[in-house]
């Protein structure tokens, strides 16, 4: 079982900076790739940003340049680094992982981007 909980959500105006974590019950050494993806209203939930255990990186093209996701091995968290907010980036964020075929997830934090 693996139980993910994420924070740092809130209301900013575009062009703000936002930085979310995601704290897991176990050493992330654990997990060969952890990832945010996110859920906007009356949309499909998708994939932003990946980090592997080897700290390889990959970003939906909607947010590089912009986003940076990062670990901290030793807090076992993951970071995502949100700079240059736009409003169409508001939406639930949410940490994922795959584990022994399952997938786990938190329970969301709410990121909304307006003046």
């Known amino acids: 079982q693996v139980h993910l909980v994420e924070s740092g959500g809130g209301l900013v105006q575009p062009g703000g900076s936002l930085r979310l974590s995601c704290a897991a019950s176990l050493s992330i050494f654990s997990f060969n790739t952890m990832g945010w993806y996110r859920q906007a209203p009356g949309k499909q939930r998708e994939l932003v940003t990946t980090?592997?255990?080897?700290?390889?990186?990959r970003y939906v093209d909607s947010v590089k340049g912009r986003f940076t996701i990062s670990r901290d091995n030793a807090k076992n968290t993951v970071y995502l680094q949100m700079n240059s907010l736009k409003p169409e980036d508001t939406a639930v964020y949410y940490c994922n992982v795959d584990y022994y075929s399952r997938a786990y997830w938190g329970q969301g934090t709410q990121v909304t981007v307006s003046s």
């Open positions: 980090i592997t255990s080897g700290g390889s990186t």
